[in-house]
């Protein structure tokens, strides 16, 4: 069975985003599934990885055509001029706010809707000269599925859309300068799209519910970790270092975090010296400037964008790994990606985030750590002290459990039987 997968983010894009179907493809064919990948030609990526680049399987066809990205014009995000919505600039200038108010109000669903009218064109040729039995868009961004949606419509094809992300349950949605006629036209295409594909693909369980609303095809697939969990010792971190790993923007910064740590470092001489802090990853200016406040700079390393295999490394010998979601109205429903690669390096997880959510569903069901709530500074700090105090001792290790369903061969086998049923 054949399959087009359309999507922004590919390799050499770095990041998150582009992990997902790059895993799926990277197995499908071990559950006789061909995909073929429709991408951009001339991207504008905020990260590269080419590293990523060797996870492509010999001899899948890509197909690609040029997009127009208003960004030059349009870029709010910081200095940068791209599509990062994760820095969505706090503070902009008052022409700052005018770009922002015609990107949220005239690019919906995103600045790549412009892609969509060519990528119909092209793609609905290239449908009927080739066979396939179903399309696949991933999203954000969302205009990926309108090009599913058109196609849909015009050749009756199988279609699958799959979230990443939530669309108008976003974690920075609440932030854009939406007026109302824009928020009731992103709800519109939203329910449009789930109303019309063949299968919803979400990567949680609240998000499952929230768009079974509106469609009876919803199926969670959550995101997953690559490789093979080692039980050989790793050499851990002298010191008793709390890795991050990922962006840290302005909704993400844990005040309370910081502030517990100045306290604990202040009331124990030994703690400061054997601390640290390391934020691997992009981090907002706001971040810096609060853990400077704090006066724990001097425990705190700051290592720019690394590329993925790194990545693994520094979790795997971290003494604790450091997960945060943005304490915004849909946290409930948040689950980085980040999580299942944590699982694999078999480190202690301490979390910040809502204690009935579907972040600390997988920690608890994997036994692979601590959920602190946003506001709960008394155990937070606790918690801390305990893991420090087990650190000492030598023994500090976590004994998780379930881990093997998140590997991304298990989760492509799960995808691939629900393309075999909506073909079948």
Do not use: C
């Not at 790993?245 to 502030?259: C, F, S, T, V, Y």
């Not at 200016?285 to 700079?297: G, L, M, P, Q």
Request: glycine letters at 4%; zero cysteines.
């Amino acid at each position: 069975m054949k399959v087009l997968i359309i999507t922004y983010y590919w390799p050499p894009a770095g990041g998150s985003g582009v992990q997902r179907w790059l895993k799926f493809v990277k197995y499908f064919r071990d559950f006789g599934i061909e995909p073929v990948v429709y991408t951009v030609e001339n991207p504008n990526y905020p990260i590269i990885d080419s590293s990523l680049i060797n996870d492509i399987p010999e001899g899948i066809e890509t197909l690609k055509q040029p997009i127009w990205e208003p960004n030059s014009m349009l870029s709010f995000f910081g200095k940068k001029k791209t599509e990062s919505a994760g820095f969505l600039n706090p503070n902009p200038s008052f022409f700052g706010k005018i770009l922002q108010y015609i990107r949220a109000n005239y690019f919906i669903p995103d600045a790549r809707r412009f892609w969509v009218k060519p990528s119909v064109k092209f793609l609905k040729k290239y449908l009927l000269d080739n066979k396939i039995d179903a399309i696949i868009t991933t999203g954000p961004p969302h205009s990926m599925h309108l090009i599913g949606l058109r196609l849909k419509k015009q050749l009756n094809i199988k279609w699958i859309a799959d979230f990443r992300d939530p669309w108008t349950e976003i974690d920075y949605f609440h932030q854009l300068p939406l007026s109302k006629r824009a928020i009731k036209k992103h709800h519109i295409l939203e329910q449009e799209v789930l109303k019309n594909a063949d299968k919803v693909l979400v990567v949680g369980n609240t998000m499952k519910e929230n768009y079974s609303k509106f469609s009876n095809n919803v199926v969670t697939i959550t995101n997953g970790f690559d490789g093979k969990i080692s039980n050989l010792e790793v050499k851990l971190d002298a010191k008793f270092t709390i890795t991050h790993i990922g962006l840290m923007n302005a909704d993400r910064n844990p005040k309370m975090l910081w502030e517990v740590l100045a306290e604990i470092s202040s009331e124990n001489n030994q703690f400061k010296s054997d601390f640290e802090l390391h934020l691997i990853g992009k981090v907002d200016a706001t971040v810096v400037n609060d853990i400077s406040k704090f006066k724990i700079k001097n425990n705190v390393h700051l290592i720019n964008y690394i590329e993925h295999n790194q990545v693994v490394e520094y979790q795997k010998k971290s003494q604790v790994l450091l997960l945060l979601l943005n304490d915004v109205p849909s946290s409930k429903g948040i689950i980085t990606g980040k999580i299942f690669e944590y699982l694999m390096a078999k480190r202690p997880i301490l979390a910040i985030a809502p204690l009935n959510g579907d972040l600390a569903d997988v920690i608890n069901n994997t036994n692979s750590g601590t959920v602190v709530d946003f506001k709960n500074r008394v155990l937070l700090k606790k918690t801390i002290l305990d893991l420090y105090s087990k650190y000492q001792q030598g023994n500090l290790r976590i004994d998780s459990k379930n881990v093997e369903q998140f590997h991304r061969k298990e989760l492509t086998k799960k995808v691939a039987q629900i393309i075999k049923q909506i073909i079948e």
